[in-house]
């Protein structure tokens, strides 16, 4: 059978070996000249490994060529997957191999937002500063939202505290003129409001529609916040 033979969804041998992690069998095949650049979906065989964890795989990927940061689906590359699935030592592998670390998928967001919105500070010290990543704090994805932003609405504390020391904007304003404030205000979470405003969160900002953080609360009825 050809090497590069897919299935409907365009999935060939490499892309399953890549992702069962079967390093032999993806020799083999590389050997016989498959293709690396084949994308099943919406992954490439390095994303597949990526998102698994599979460094043995991805070393060996990585040193056929495998473009590391190639594109598939929605716009994600291998740093998307292995940020999104928390595979951490990918993502140190990706950066060691100067992989994009503010590579922006289709919807604007590169790894640093994914991992602001799972609260995973270890995944956002890799991307930030740890040995390699060189991310920018206050890049703008859809809507405008920075890492700040979602941090916020998913109300992980510690995650803000994070990207305060590494002095993102704490009033930078999304496309609707909302802040993180805002937008914890919005959330009702006392926690994450009194945390941002204590780093001088300014609490008259208003968005577009001139609403600050206190109308917010009052609108949603959170009367914690108040």
């Known amino acids: 059978a050809p090497v590069d033979a897919a299935t409907a969804s365009g999935c060939t041998a490499v892309h399953?070996?890549?992702?069962?992690?079967?390093?032999?069998?993806l020799k083999m095949l590389l050997d016989a000249h498959a293709s690396l650049t084949a994308v099943a979906n919406g992954c490439t065989a390095l994303s597949c490994a990526a998102q698994q964890g599979h460094i043995a795989v991805m070393q060996l990927l990585l040193s056929a060529q495998a473009p590391v940061d190639a594109a598939g689906g929605r716009g994600f590359t291998a740093m998307h997957w292995a940020v999104q699935r928390g595979q951490a030592a990918a993502v140190q592998l990706l950066l060691?191999?100067?992989?994009?670390?503010?590579?922006?998928?289709?919807?604007?967001?590169?790894?640093?937002?994914?991992?602001a919105q799972q609260g995973n500070c270890k995944m956002v010290q890799l991307l930030l500063g740890?040995?390699?990543?060189?991310?920018?704090?206050?890049?703008?994805?859809?809507?405008?939202?920075?890492?700040?932003?979602?941090?916020?609405?998913?109300?992980?504390?510690?995650?803000?505290?994070?990207?305060?020391?590494a002095q993102?904007?704490?009033?930078?304003?999304?496309?609707?003129?909302?802040?993180?404030?805002?937008?914890?205000?919005?959330?009702?979470?006392?926690?994450?409001?009194?945390?941002?405003?204590?780093?001088q969160a300014a609490v008259s900002a208003a968005d577009a529609d001139g609403s600050t953080a206190l109308q917010m609360a009052a609108?949603?009825?959170?009367?914690?916040?108040l």
């Open 16 to 25: 399953e070996a890549a992702y069962k992690g079967h390093k032999g069998v």
């Open 168 to 199: 993102a904007a704490v009033d930078a304003a999304a496309d609707d003129g909302r802040t993180a404030l805002q937008i914890a205000a919005q959330q009702g979470d006392k926690a994450v409001v009194q945390f941002l405003l204590k780093a």
């Open 96 to 115: 060691d191999m100067h992989a994009a670390v503010d590579a922006a998928a289709d919807d604007g967001c590169t790894a640093l937002h994914w991992a």
């Open 219 to 225: 609108q949603e009825g959170h009367t914690a916040v």
């Open 130 to 165: 740890g040995q390699g990543g060189q991310a920018s704090v206050d890049t703008a994805a859809g809507r405008g939202y920075t890492a700040l932003h979602y941090a916020a609405q998913k109300c992980h504390t510690a995650m803000i505290q994070q990207l305060l020391n």
